[in-house]
């Protein structure tokens, strides 16, 4: 069932495909240095995105952060030196408890349909991580979400793809470059999946830093299978060619019945909410979330909440459309504006 999909490789001229296989090899036997034949060129930036993008398809190599290299003038081949995060015990240490640490989570779902595996995957990162706004060496691999249950989008979409390779899942590593102009400083990353021969974006970092308590009905699913127009409503342009998202008919709250596209079916389910005492999480298609689309639906709530005596507590997913709301029995109505990822975006 292990597979790890090489997206990036598959797209490589063959030139860079050889590199790459030699990088691959020299890191998974953590040599000192290691020949690579045959460069064409002896541009730092030409191999670093070898590297990089090996790095992508190959998320398990959490030791290598960086190389040096050497060569000789009219000599086809080239000395990379690689630098590591830990020394070799440790990485070899690290390695077998990585293992270990997949392969039960991976048991666990074994037995799952696609989209069932997709969805542990998700609650568990949602459920075990915390996002490190310190942003720690480790927590840019594998083993900070992992091994310590910290992590930054970087390392949290690494192991994702860990998991889904694990699981028999196509999945890939989708990167998007910075805004200085709209505040966000750093380059964010996250997944894409194929479910049913699907692709579909994935982001649980997003997904993440919006639940904010350890309540599994307090998981979001405001970023598990959208599509490229939904996704891109608040992530900036890939740095590097992707599969085309297109189908929009199963992102996560439309698949659950929770998308709704009349005002009277968020009235409806707020009465619900309040009577219950329940958690109400949905999406709004009704068209776009306008000033004044929202302002009708507060007021739908806000009333559905006074006839139970009751006031709302509204968290708001603007560029996502998704509310999500509480009712209590004291206190005042406010609504909270949510912005996803913050630490990214700092």
Same mark, same amino acid.
């Given at each position: 069932?292990?597979?790890?999909?090489?997206?990036y490789?598959?797209?490589?001229? %063959?030139?860079?495909?050889?590199?790459?296989?030699?990088?691959?090899?020299?890191?998974?036997?953590?040599?000192?240095?290691?020949?690579?034949?045959? @460069?064409?060129?002896?541009?730092?930036?030409?191999?670093?995105?070898?590297?990089?993008?090996?790095?992508?398809?190959?998320?398990?190599?959490?030791?290598?952060?960086?190389?040096?290299?050497?060569?000789?003038?009219?000599?086809?081949?080239?000395?990379?030196?690689?630098?590591?995060?830990?020394?070799? =015990?440790?990485?070899?240490?690290?390695q077998?408890?990585m293992?270990?640490?997949?392969?039960?989570?991976?048991?666990?779902?074994?037995?799952?349909s696609?989209?069932?595996?997709?969805?542990?995957?998700?609650?568990?990162?949602?459920?075990?991580?915390?996002?490190?706004?310190?942003?720690?060496?480790?927590?840019?691999?594998?083993?900070?979400?992992l091994?310590?249950?910290?992590?930054?989008?970087?390392?949290i979409?690494k192991?994702?793809?860990?998991?889904?390779?694990?699981?028999?899942?196509?999945?890939? !590593?989708? @990167?998007?470059?910075?805004n200085?102009?709209?505040?966000?400083?750093?380059?964010?990353?996250?997944? !894409?999946?194929?479910?049913?021969?699907?692709?579909?974006h994935?982001?649980?970092?997003?997904?993440?830093?919006?639940?904010?308590?350890?309540?599994?009905a307090?998981?979001?699913?405001?970023?598990f299978?959208?599509?490229?127009?939904?996704?891109?409503?608040d992530?900036?342009?890939? !740095?590097?060619?992707?599969?085309a998202?297109?189908?929009?008919?199963?992102?996560?709250? %439309?698949?659950?019945?929770?998308?709704?596209?009349?005002?009277?079916? @968020?009235?409806?389910?707020?009465?619900?909410?309040?009577?219950?005492?329940?958690?109400?999480?949905?999406?709004?298609?009704?068209?776009?979330?306008?000033?004044?689309?929202?302002?009708?639906?507060?007021?739908?709530?806000?009333k559905?909440?006074?006839?139970?005596? %009751?006031?709302?507590?509204?968290?708001?997913?603007?560029p996502?459309?998704?509310?999500?709301?509480?009712?209590?029995?004291?206190?005042?109505?406010?609504?909270?504006?949510?912005?996803? =990822?913050?630490?990214?975006?700092?």
């Open positions: 069932m292990k597979q790890t999909e090489e997206y490789y598959g797209k490589m001229s %063959k030139d860079k495909q050889n590199v790459y296989r030699a990088m691959l090899h020299g890191l998974m036997e953590l040599s000192d240095e290691f020949l690579i034949p045959q @460069v064409p060129t002896t541009d730092g930036n030409w191999l670093y995105d070898v590297f990089f993008q090996l790095r992508l398809d190959h998320p398990e190599i959490f030791w290598a952060v960086g190389f040096k290299y050497r060569y000789y003038k009219d000599s086809p081949n080239l000395i990379l030196i690689p630098e590591y995060i830990f020394d070799k =015990n440790k990485i070899r240490e690290h077998r408890a293992s270990s640490r997949v392969e039960k989570l991976a048991r666990a779902a074994k037995d799952l696609e989209w069932e595996k997709e969805k542990y995957i998700h609650d568990f990162i949602c459920d075990n991580v915390t996002y490190d706004k310190l942003k720690k060496a480790y927590s840019h691999e594998i083993i900070g979400p091994g310590h249950g910290v992590g930054v989008c970087e390392g979409a192991s994702v793809k860990v998991l889904c390779d694990a699981l028999g899942i196509w999945c890939m !590593i989708a @990167v998007c470059g910075n200085p102009e709209k505040g966000i400083k750093y380059r964010h990353t996250w997944n !894409i999946v194929r479910i049913g021969g699907t692709y579909y994935l982001d649980a970092t997003f997904d993440n830093t919006l639940g904010n308590s350890d309540k599994a307090d998981i979001r699913y405001d970023y299978n959208l599509d490229d127009k939904n996704i891109f409503r992530h900036e342009p890939l !740095i590097a060619p992707a599969p998202c297109t189908d929009g008919d199963h992102f996560y709250y %439309k698949e659950k019945k929770m998308s709704f596209t009349k005002t009277e079916d @968020v009235y409806k389910r707020s009465l619900q909410a309040a009577k219950k005492g329940k958690m109400l999480t949905f999406h709004w298609r009704g068209g776009y979330l306008t000033r004044a689309v929202l302002d009708e639906l507060l007021d739908l709530i806000k559905a909440g006074a006839e139970k005596g %009751k006031v709302a507590r509204i968290a708001l997913n603007w996502q459309a998704v509310l999500r709301l509480e009712y209590v029995e004291d206190g005042q109505e406010n609504v909270t504006m949510e912005e996803a =990822n913050e630490g990214e975006q700092e």
